[in-house]
């Protein structure tokens, strides 16, 4: 996902999670009232424009982010 603001979409929360559970051999992920096959090979990647963003501690507990920005005034910062 491209150009992602500081606000996530709610709906997006079951993927950041892998919220998943397992019928016989296969997993599958809840999304609203759908259910998708979901494969453990599956990665979900978020880029934003933003240089520095703030994102809410509750974002950061689901996601790991990683700033490919760093400057050495960044890392003062």
């Known amino acids: 996902m491209e150009n992602v603001y ?7 929360t079951p993927v ?3 919220n998943t559970f397992k019928k016989g051999n296969t997993v599958f992920l ?14 979900f990647f978020m880029t ?3 240089r520095n963003p703030l ?3 509750d974002v950061c507990t689901k996601v ?3 700033n490919m920005m760093i ?3 960044g890392l003062n910062d």
């Open 48 to 50: 934003t424009k933003f």
């Open 16 to 18: 950041l999670i892998k």
């Open 30 to 43: 809840q999304m609203g009232e759908k259910v998708l096959e979901y494969s453990d090979n599956f990665f």
């Open 64 to 66: 790991t982010i990683l």
């Open 6 to 12: 500081e606000e996530l979409d709610p709906a997006l």
């Open 55 to 57: 994102y809410l501690p």
């Open 71 to 73: 400057t050495e005034e």
